[in-house]
């Protein structure tokens, strides 16, 4: 039996978000690695070591945190701190709020 390449689907990443459980592409999701008790964000997916991944809205960030999701999802003992993320989380929601009351650029022709 042989296989072409359109008998074969298409191979998605997809990812778990550790808040709902919900799973999405990396691009919908923030990064995470642990480093010393801390837990940082790394949005550009390239930070070496275990990742884990979140929705960047603070209710997977509350659900996650109330779930001890964290230290199962890294793999390590012990409560992690995750303000760094939390922080990240609120700016970038404050950043889309912002955007999204903000009024749309206009361009003015030159004559």
Do not use: N, W, Y
Not at 26 to 55: C, E, Y
Not at 57 to 85: H, I, M, Y
């Amino acid at each position: 039996m042989t296989e072409t390449a359109d008998a074969r689907p298409e191979k998605h990443q997809e990812r778990t978000c550790i808040g709902c459980r919900k799973r999405d592409s990396p691009a919908g999701l923030l990064r995470m690695t642990v480093s010393g008790g801390l837990v940082l964000p790394d949005p550009d997916h390239r930070a070496p070591g275990r990742g884990a991944h979140l929705h960047p809205v603070t209710e997977c960030l509350d659900l996650a945190e109330r779930r001890k999701a964290f230290p199962r999802a890294f793999k390590v003992p012990g409560p992690l701190d995750v303000s760094l993320v939390r922080e990240h989380v609120e700016q970038q929601e404050s950043g889309k709020a912002s955007a999204a009351a903000r009024p749309p650029a206009t361009t003015v022709a030159k004559t």
